[in-house]
């Protein structure tokens, strides 16, 4: 069963562009998200998290929005760049677990 | 943060044998995790590493089968067992370091059982 899904495989956006990813998850018991930036050949890197009392977490040109009553996460980069092409995982936990648990990814590919 | 290095980083096995895969961190933590991700799957917990006692491990997956060591804060290994071709995966260490809340990965080992 899968608790958190990226409906999207891949996205392609033009450089200077909005990208944005989404994620949907069915456990209301989760209470804080992540996501997760994968270059081939790399393991998973840490881009930004947002908890479950906010609904807006801004970090430069990346901005995460949940959507807890539609149980949605969308994450926001603007402006899209080269650099920004990989395989982007989006991350859910519930309260006092060490699981975490991830979507299948997007890949996301930004044309220069 | 944390460095994280994983090795091997690739392997090609044959049915039936064992592979064994180290997780070196370059400071101590507390618990490791092991996680794999099948061909286009997303990551699934295998099991949480910490030192001085038993892995606990995620539903679905057993100690026979996916044995694990963590004999110091810094290190612990996987190995995956009598391996078949449904093994073939990617699989990750990963540690919490300051913030519960996120984890840092190795670069992985991508295993293909032929």
């Known amino acids: 069963d899968q608790q958190v899904k990226q409906n999207s495989p891949s996205l392609s956006v033009q450089e200077g562009r909005i990208s944005i990813l989404n994620c949907d998850y069915t456990n209301s018991m989760f209470d804080y998200f992540l996501w997760y930036k994968k270059y081939p050949a790399e393991g998973p890197t840490f881009l930004i998290s947002?908890?479950?009392?906010?609904d807006k977490n801004e970090d430069g040109r990346f901005t995460v929005f949940l959507n807890k009553s539609a149980k949605h996460l969308s994450l926001h980069i603007v402006p899209s760049q080269p650099g920004d092409s990989a395989v982007y995982f989006c991350?859910?936990?519930?309260?006092?677990?060490?699981?975490?648990?991830f979507g299948t990814g997007t890949r996301l590919t930004v044309i220069p | 943060s944390a460095v994280i290095s994983q090795k091997p980083s690739r392997d090609i096995c044959q049915r039936g044998t064992s592979l064994t895969i180290q997780c070196q961190v370059d400071?101590?933590?507390?618990?490791m995790f092991w996680y794999r991700q099948q061909p286009g799957q997303s990551l699934t917990l295998i099991a949480t590493?910490?030192?001085?006692?038993?892995?606990?491990?995620e539903s679905g997956f057993v100690i026979d089968k996916f044995p694990i060591s963590r004999p110091n804060l810094t290190f612990s290994t996987l190995t995956v067992s009598n391996m078949s071709p449904e093994d073939s995966s990617i699989y990750l260490c990963?540690?919490?370091?300051?913030?519960?809340?996120?984890?840092?990965f190795g670069s992985g080992t991508q295993l293909s059982v032929l």
């Open positions: 947002i908890s479950s009392i906010k």
């Open positions: 590493a910490n030192q001085g006692s038993e892995a606990t491990y």
């Open positions: 990963s540690v919490e370091v300051g913030s519960r809340e996120k984890l840092f």
């Open positions: 400071s101590q933590v507390t618990m």
């Open positions: 991350a859910a936990k519930k309260a006092g677990a060490n699981n975490l648990f």
